[in-house]
C-alpha cells in the first residue's frame, strides 16, 4: 500500500533555532517527492520538488534532502523566523506521474516561538 | 498569490442547503483537483479534471458534485451534506506533471 508517514506530528522550536522534519514513504514506483508549507487557512506552496537522482535541494533556509534506497526525505530549517511557523507536507508522485498518483503525508505542525 | 483563487474562503450551511464552491485559475493550466483537508489527516483527492474532462472521481458521495465549464473554471456544487463534511477544501491546478499549485482553500461548516 503506498504510504507516507511524517514525524513527528508537531514541534515546538525557539525562534533562531534550526530543525528538521522527517518523511519516510512505500510508494513505489517512485517518482518524485515534494515538500510543501501550508500557513492556517491557506493552501499549501511548494517548498521543493526532488526526483530519484536529486539528493538535495535547497530552497533559501530550507533545505530537503532524498534517500531513495532507504525511502526517506528530510526538510531541514535552518536559523527558523516566526513566519516558518506553518503545517509541512511531504508528499511523494507514484508512477510516471498523472494527475491522481499524489500520496500525501499528514503533515508536521511546526510552532517557532519567540 | 499562486495564481489560483478559491470563493467563498468560509462558508456556514445546513444539511438542508445548497451551495456551491468557486475555484479559478490564471495559469494556463490543463488541469483542475479537487482536495479535501480535515484537521489531522492528509489531503484527500476528490477529484480531477484535464482539458475539463473529469479523469478521476475517487469514491466521493453525490452529495458533492463538480462541475469544470472550462480549463480555468472548477466548481464544486453542494447539497443535503453531513457535519463531517466539515473541512477545508482545497483547489489546485498543474500543466501535466508539473507540480500542483493550490488556492487558499474555502473552510465549510456543516451545522
Known amino acids: 500500500k503506498n504510504q507516507v508517514e511524517q514525524s513527528p506530528q508537531s514541534l515546538i522550536i525557539l525562534e533562531g533555532k534550526n530543525c528538521t522534519l522527517q518523511c519516510n514513504y512505500t510508494v513505489s514506483p517512485f517518482s518524485n517527492l515534494r515538500w510543501y508549507k501550508q500557513d492556517t487557512g491557506r493552501g499549501p506552496v511548494s517548498l521543493t520538488i526532488m526526483t530519484f537522482s536529486e539528493n538535495t535541494k535547497s530552497n533559501g533556509r530550507y533545505t530537503a534532502t532524498l534517500d531513495a534506497d532507504t525511502k526517506q526525505s528530510s526538510l531541514h530549517i535552518t536559523a527558523s523566523q516566526l513566519s516558518d511557523s506553518a503545517s509541512y507536507i511531504c508528499v511523494v508522485s507514484a508512477g510516471s506521474g498523472g494527475y491522481n498518483k499524489l500520496i500525501f503525508g499528514a503533515g508536521t505542525r511546526l510552532a517557532v516561538h519567540p | 498569490e499562486t495564481g489560483v483563487t478559491q470563493t467563498p474562503r468560509h462558508l456556514v450551511m445546513g444539511m438542508t442547503n445548497k451551495k456551491s464552491l468557486k475555484c479559478e485559475q490564471h495559469?494556463?493550466?490543463?488541469?483542475m483537483y479537487w482536495y479535501k483537508q480535515s484537521a489531522k489527516k492528509p489531503l484527500e483527492l476528490m477529484f480531477v479534471?484535464?482539458?475539463?474532462?473529469?479523469?478521476e472521481n475517487n469514491s466521493v458521495p453525490s452529495r458533492f458534485s463538480p462541475e469544470c465549464p472550462n480549463s480555468s473554471h472548477l466548481f464544486l456544487h453542494l447539497h443535503t451534506l453531513q457535519p463531517e463534511d466539515s473541512a477545508l477544501y482545497l483547489c489546485a491546478s498543474s500543466r501535466t506533471e508539473h507540480e500542483q499549485y493550490f488556492g487558499p482553500g474555502t473552510r465549510l461548516t456543516v451545522t
Open positions: 495559469l494556463g493550466h490543463n488541469a
Open positions: 479534471y484535464n482539458f475539463k474532462e473529469q479523469t
